[in-house]
Nanobody
Framework: QVHLVESGGGLVQAGGSLRLSCVAS????????MGWFRQAPGKEREFVAA????????FYADSGKGRFTISRDNAKDTVYLQMNSLKPEDTAVYYC???????????WGQGTQVTVSS
């Protein structure tokens, strides 16, 4: 079992920045690929970014390319999402997730709210 806890969300003006953190506990963190997802009101949850267990590979949805950066510190069992140039359409609950294999994400956090005002 892996327990994930996100933090760092909040209210920010358009053009501002936030850094989300997700701390994992329960298993060897570096064994898991990690991802960030988000869900806006009335919309389905969507992929934002992912990073391999080693941190050497990263992947981004088009919506965040050039603005968002995913990173991880395996010594701290933490994955981050740096979000710059935020837009009102980035408003959502952001979730981190952990994947042991290649069949999807096995564990999810409770989410952290990000609100971007115009």
């Amino acid at each position: 079992q892996v327990h994930l806890v996100e933090s760092g969300g909040g209210l920010v003006q358009a053009g501002g920045s936030l850094r989300l953190s997700c701390v994992a506990s329960g298993r060897t963190f570096s064994n898991y690929a990690m991802g960030w997802f988000r869900q806006a009101p009335g919309k389905e949850r969507e992929f934002v970014a992912a990073i391999s267990g080693s941190g050497n590979s990263t992947f981004y949805a088009d919506s965040g390319k050039g603005r968002f950066t995913i990173s991880r510190d395996n010594a701290k069992d933490t994955v981050y999402l740096q979000m710059n140039s935020l837009k009102p359409e980035d408003t959502a609950v952001y979730y981190c997730a952990a994947a042991m294999g290649k069949n999807g994400y096995d564990y999810w956090g409770q989410g952290t709210q990000v609100t971007v005002s115009s």
